[in-house]
């Protein structure tokens, strides 16, 4: 409509200047790249990120950053590297058969955290795969005590083993280092009553150790 419309105001434009169906087409061929890179810009944005996701007391969690240095804060982060920070929140190790994933909502100065801890074999047979020992831990890191630890009697832990199977962790995949499931349970405290957890996701690149 507008190539026509300018054909009209200068009738010289077509027996004077071979080039418009050439200009024609190639603004077409701009118009349909810029689409397509933008097109691709958002179906990138789409992707699922390297996170994890539940429902923890009624508010949405989407913890993405792994843990990392800070200076000027007390405690066993101050004395590692961001690259071994990075090593402990997304390890798989063949030889113990464990995963072992840390996210938090902030890297250095986090609000609240989870870590997920369990067994896994890259060489089985098929998906899904359920661990047959899990442990899940969310932490409010306004409550204090020791990161992530088994010893933490102040924030919310659930555990699948043989006694108990108040987590369900459920893998649905392993392709190029980046593992990805699913995950739901009740979680205890000694601090409060127990909670539940729901509709959890995770996609996560993790490294492999001895």
Not at 54 to 69: D, E, I, T, W
Not at 78 to 96: G, H
Not at 154 to 162: D, H, P, Y
């Amino acid at each position: 409509m507008i190539w026509s419309n300018l054909l009209q105001i200068c009738p010289l434009c077509r027996s004077k200047f071979d080039f418009w169906p050439f200009l024609q087409s190639t603004v077409f061929v701009i118009g349909v790249s810029a689409i397509a890179i933008l097109l691709s810009a958002r179906s990138g944005e789409n992707k699922d990120p390297s996170q994890v996701q539940f429902v923890f007391k009624n508010q949405v969690y989407r913890l993405a950053y792994p843990m990392r240095r800070e200076q000027n804060a007390p405690g066993h982060r101050a004395l590692m590297s961001n690259a071994q920070l990075d090593s402990m929140s997304n390890w798989y190790s063949p030889a113990r058969q464990r995963v072992e994933i840390v996210r938090q909502d902030h890297p250095v100065r986090p609000l609240f955290g989870v870590a997920l801890s369990f067994e896994f074999d890259d060489k089985n047979s098929g998906y899904p795969y359920f661990p047959v020992s899990a442990t899940i831990q969310f932490k409010d890191f306004s409550w204090g005590s020791v990161e992530f630890s088994p010893t933490d009697s102040c924030n919310f832990t659930g555990v699948t083993n043989e006694v108990s199977d108040d987590l369900t962790i459920q893998v649905d995949g392993y392709r190029n280092d980046t593992i990805f499931g699913r995950f739901s349970g009740l979680l205890l405290s000694a601090a409060g009553p127990m909670a539940e957890l729901d509709n959890g996701q995770f996609r996560v690149l993790i490294y492999r150790k001895d």
